[in-house]
């Protein structure tokens, strides 16, 4: 079942690309900015998170977090980290559970194949732990700006 805006996020704990733990619960007081995708160091994998680092300073003078997860893991999450000089916490998820619980595991199709799969999909979560808004079915081009847009509006509200 997929989350909505104004749902509760749920609670995640997942290892980072250096084995550490990180959930959810201990970022609450800010906004995280929470998005999964498919693959580390596929094309446009790799735009989407040099995009998201880009922005990492703007990010953090927002008072936001930037959190990756995909199935990949934290050997792989730190290779591409480094290798792309990214900025920004990359969660391993290899048995899926944070993405069901989101509802980014979906049924794709491919060349007329059908599999499951990551949905490109991003999350603002609020200081108490709400989801304020989402993008589903992500195009990278512009995306990182246009959730920093968002995050600002969010804030501006508050």
Same mark, same amino acid.
């Given at each position: 079942?997929?989350?909505?805006?104004?749902?509760?996020?749920?609670?995640?704990?997942?290892?980072?690309?250096?084995?550490?733990e990180?959930?959810?619960?201990?970022?609450?007081?800010?906004?995280?900015?929470? !998005?999964f995708?498919?693959?580390?160091?596929?094309?446009s994998? @790799?735009?989407?998170?040099k995009?998201?680092?880009?922005? $990492? *300073? &703007?990010?953090?003078?927002?008072?936001?977090?930037?959190?990756?997860i995909?199935?990949?893991?934290?050997?792989?999450?730190?290779?591409?980290?480094?290798?792309?000089?990214?900025?920004?916490?990359?969660?391993?998820?290899?048995?899926?559970?944070?993405?069901?619980?989101?509802g980014v595991?979906?049924k794709?199709?491919? !060349?007329?194949?059908e599999?499951?799969?990551?949905?490109?999909? @991003?999350?603002?979560?609020?200081?108490?732990g709400?989801? $304020? *808004? &989402?993008?589903?079915?992500?195009?990278v081009?512009?995306?990182?700006?246009?959730?920093?847009d968002?995050?600002?509006?969010?804030?501006?509200?508050?």
């Open positions: 079942m997929a989350v909505d805006v104004g749902d509760q996020a749920p609670e995640i704990c997942l290892p980072d690309m250096d084995g550490n990180v959930c959810l619960a201990d970022a609450r007081g800010s906004f995280v900015v929470l !998005y995708y498919p693959k580390d160091n596929s094309s994998c @790799t735009i989407e998170a995009d998201f680092t880009a922005e $990492a *300073a &703007a990010f953090a003078g927002e008072g936001a977090r930037v959190i990756g995909s199935p990949d893991s934290t050997e792989s999450h730190r290779r591409f980290s480094e290798k792309q000089a990214l900025d920004l916490t990359l969660l391993s998820d290899p048995d899926r559970l944070s993405m069901e619980a989101f595991w979906v794709k199709r491919m !060349y007329g194949k599999y499951m799969g990551v949905e490109r999909s @991003t999350f603002i979560i609020d200081p108490e709400r989801i $304020a *808004a &989402a993008w589903r079915a992500v195009k081009k512009g995306h990182a700006a246009a959730v920093l968002r995050l600002r509006e969010l804030k501006g509200a508050a």
